[in-house]
């Protein structure tokens, strides 16, 4: 069964720094797709970035990127240049490609950037 | 640029009441996805509709069903309402063979 795992349930981060959130999955399926989505203490889920598996480039959006490692099946997403408004809680989450394309999403990670 | 909507955004009923939440995707996307998250949880999969068919399900208690309509909207109906279903509810949709699943601003259940 896939699994996402993210083991950082807090961070903190000083503004303007970079930050690494972590994220592996377990799957047996060779095609499916990774996501990272952003939930600020309004709670809405604000989608992030998104890598397919058989994507052989790291995917980036702005200053987030993704560090896909499939061998290691780790897919962390990293923040550059962190802003205030970057303090949220964030979401890995897998969609098998071979399924109804619904997410499985970890327990997330609260991020808090320090002034 | 057009969003997922949602309504109510806050709805409060009581034990053994029932309740019908609504989701408009954004216009061409034909893939519609329901999700549970309860109090510090993430979002739990319910049920997703594609092209106004119900194409998987998961955790949904017998209680709750729902559909999606010829214009797309779905509506996730709840009977027999019961604390446990306090949570925030999301929807999410898709474009055909679409990649990202762009979320609602969720429906915020509590019951009392």
């Known amino acids: 069964a896939q699994k996402i795992t993210q083991t950082q349930p807090g961070m903190f981060v000083q503004e303007k720094e970079a930050v690494t959130l972590d994220c592996t999955y377990d799957?047996?399926?060779?095609?499916?797709?990774l996501f990272w989505y952003k939930q600020p203490s309004s709670g809405e889920m604000i989608f992030l970035i998104y890598?397919?598996?058989?994507?052989?480039q790291n995917a980036t959006e702005g200053r987030y990127s993704l560090n896909f490692q499939k061998a290691r099946k780790s897919a962390n997403l990293v923040i550059s240049a962190s802003q205030l408004g970057d303090s949220a809680m964030y979401f890995c989450a897998m969609r098998e490609i071979d399924s109804s394309y619904k997410l499985i999403f970890g327990s997330g990670t609260r991020l808090l950037v320090r002034p | 640029a057009a969003g997922v909507i949602q309504s109510p955004r806050h709805l409060i009923k009581e034990k053994r009441e029932t309740a019908t939440l609504k989701c408009y995707p954004i216009?061409?996307?034909?893939?519609v996805y329901w999700y549970q998250q309860g109090p510090g949880q993430d979002p739990q999969f319910l049920i997703s509709f594609y092209e106004k068919m119900q194409s998987d399900k998961g955790s949904i208690p017998d209680r709750f069903s729902a559909q999606q309509f010829s214009d797309y909207h779905s509506e996730l109906n709840m009977s027999s309402l019961e604390l446990g279903d306090s949570a925030l509810y999301f929807c999410?949709?898709?474009?055909?063979?679409?990649?990202?699943?762009?979320f609602g601003p969720g429906t915020r259940l509590t019951v009392l």
């Open positions: 799957t047996s399926d060779q095609s499916y797709g």
């Open positions: 890598q397919g598996s058989y994507d052989e």
């Open positions: 216009p061409r996307h034909d893939t």
């Open positions: 999410a949709s898709s474009k055909p063979l679409g990649n990202e699943q762009f």
